[in-house]
């Protein structure tokens, strides 16, 4: 009896382990939900989810080389924020209100997020999950 309890104990341990691994030591940007900030045309940023649209409410911030604040406002109903083409944008930051945070700098090329990748590592932690309690539930 006291073997099955240290061996459960010991699988516990394992599961609380890989859940903190998973938790606390995997990239901390969250590609759930994500929102993404582009630079369409000279002096007009879009704001836009990964499944499209756009919060009315999102606020966006640009600073140039320096990091000085060169001008901040909403989007309009485009889910764009226009700014004087003149201006020597650096980095841009929109903020939804609701967690959601996306940056624009001037020279680094947008990259898509593959979502495959993410879905299988998903499934793979699910499955893993799924084997250490289904050996636990046969060794009673």
């Not at 382990?17 to 940007?29: A, E, N």
């Not at 919060?55 to 924020?81: H, M, Q, W």
Request: glycine fraction near 10%; proline fraction near 4%.
């Amino acid at each position: 009896m006291k073997l099955k309890i240290e061996e459960q104990s010991k699988w516990s341990l394992i599961c609380i382990l890989f859940l903190t691994w998973v938790l606390f030591l995997t990239p901390d940007t969250v590609y759930a939900h994500g929102m993404d900030l582009k630079l369409v045309e000279p002096g007009v940023l879009k704001v836009e989810y990964d499944g499209g649209g756009f919060s009315p409410r999102t606020e966006v911030t640009i600073f140039d080389a320096k990091g000085n604040e060169l001008g901040k406002g909403s989007v309009d109903e485009e889910g764009k924020y226009s700014f004087d083409p003149s201006l020597k944008v650096h980095r841009a930051i929109a903020d939804d209100g609701m967690g959601h945070r996306a940056e624009y700098k001037e020279g680094v090329e947008h990259r898509d997020i593959p979502k495959v990748p993410v879905i299988i590592g998903i499934f793979a932690a699910i499955g893993m999950i799924f084997l250490v309690f289904n050996k636990r539930t046969k060794n009673k």
